[in-house]
Structure formats: structure tokens, C-alpha cells
């Protein structure tokens, strides 16, 4: 099983701060991890497939980086909206979620 | 405009049985490959189960650990899928997902609001 794990687990940030999550597979996945953000009492919603394509309608602050086993979501510009937390997934084998960063704010 | 409702869960003795369903619109259903995937709570997100699309062959997948107790089938004449979960135990308390994929993928790409299963006695 591929797992996935996530740092930090929680940060503290402010509006218009650089914010940059970790995502490490413990196996290589190629360029198949996606990034997804969720609010509390709210599903899941997909920002980032293939390691850096922005899903459609997801605003352009939003980035993603890496390959084979080391990922990076990047936030550029914080804005109020996105005080969530994020979870990466891999999908080159199955699926497996990362335990998720919570990002709150400072 | 993709809709995913989910339905069906609720509080439920250790050792017992729930199907929950999923009604889908705004897509082409029989088209489509489609999982569950869930989250407990205060937890992260847990991929259940993926169904491929009948013209694909239909072919179910599960996580080891759920092999055997969840079985995932789909009603294409109804754009329904299900969820049967048999010897319910306290840890598949959860709120459950209805997710769809791009075809052949474990991606998900529309997601249902969730429904709430409790397994407690």
C-alpha cells in the first residue's frame, strides 16, 4: 500500500501570506497526486490533478508542484476563502489520502 | 451541472447491515466510474470502493480491510449507485461520499454532500 503522509499538520497564516503545504508518498506515483480542499460540514473539492493542472473554476493563487514522491501545494496570496484544511491524494495506485493540513488563521 | 445525493445512512448496532444510495444527474451516469469514499470523524478521507462503468465491464475494487464486508453495485436504469455494508463495526462510523472519476482513474472529480453512518450499540 502506497501511504501518504503531510507536513505541517496545522499552520497558522494571515490574509496575503505565501503558504506552502508538503505531500510525500512513501513510494514513487509518478505525477498522480491531487490536491483537495474541505470546510468544515462541506465535501471535498478537487484544486489540483496531475501534480500542477488547476481544475477548472479554482483561482490561479493556487499551485502545485512535484513529482515521484515529494509534492508541494502552494497558496499564493492567502485570501479569507481559503482558511481550510487541504489533503493531498495519490491515485497511481488505488487511492490514498494524506491525513491533511489544517490551515487557520493567525 | 453534476448532482450527487446521497441517502440511507443513520445509527446502526454493531454487526448489522446499511445500503446506502447515491442518485446522480447532470452526467452521463452509465458512462461513468463511480466510488465511495469516507471520513470519520474528525478524521482524514478513506477511499471505500470504485465501480467502473458497465460498458467498461463493471468491475468492482476495494481496500483490503473492506473486502468481503462492503460491496458497491450500480442501477443504471435508476442513475443510482449503492453502498451494501454488512458487519458494521463502531470503526465504519463516517460520514459516506459518492464520488465520480474520469474514466479508468481513482481521481475524483465531483463529490456528493455525504451521508451520516453511526454504528453504535
Known amino acids: 500500500d502506497i501511504q501518504m503522509t503531510q507536513s505541517p499538520p496545522t499552520l497558522s497564516a494571515s490574509v496575503g501570506d505565501r503558504v506552502t503545504i508538503s505531500c510525500r508518498a512513501s513510494q514513487t506515483i509518478f505525477s498522480w497526486l491531487a490536491w483537495y480542499q474541505q470546510k468544515p460540514g462541506k465535501a471535498p473539492k478537487l484544486l489540483i490533478y496531475?501534480?500542477?493542472s488547476l481544475q477548472s473554476g479554482v483561482p490561479s493563487r493556487f499551485s502545485g508542484s512535484g513529482y515521484g514522491t515529494e509534492f508541494t501545494l502552494t497558496i499564493s496570496g492567502l485570501q479569507p476563502d481559503d482558511f481550510a484544511t487541504y489533503y493531498c491524494?495519490?491515485?497511481?495506485?488505488?487511492?490514498?489520502f494524506g491525513p491533511g493540513t489544517k490551515v487557520g488563521i493567525k | 451541472e453534476v448532482q450527487l445525493v446521497e441517502s440511507g445512512g443513520g445509527l446502526v448496532k454493531p454487526g448489522g447491515s446499511l445500503r446506502l444510495s447515491c442518485a446522480a444527474s447532470?452526467?452521463?451516469?452509465?458512462?461513468?466510474?463511480m466510488s465511495w469514499v469516507r471520513q470519520a470523524p474528525g478524521e482524514g478521507l478513506e477511499w471505500v470502493g470504485r465501480i467502473e462503468s458497465k460498458s467498461d465491464g463493471g468491475a468492482t475494487d476495494y481496500p483490503a480491510p473492506l473486502i468481503g464486508r462492503f460491496t458497491i453495485s450500480r442501477d443504471d436504469s435508476k442513475n443510482t449507485l449503492f453502498l451494501q455494508m454488512n458487519s458494521l463495526q463502531i470503526e465504519d462510523t463516517a460520514v459516506y461520499y459518492c464520488a465520480t472519476h474520469p474514466r479508468g482513474s481513482y481521481l475524483v472529480d465531483s463529490w456528493g454532500q455525504g451521508t451520516r453512518v453511526t454504528v453504535s450499540s
Open positions: 447532470g452526467f452521463s451516469f452509465n458512462d461513468a466510474w
Open positions: 491524494q495519490q491515485y497511481n495506485i488505488y487511492s490514498t
Open positions: 496531475r501534480a500542477s
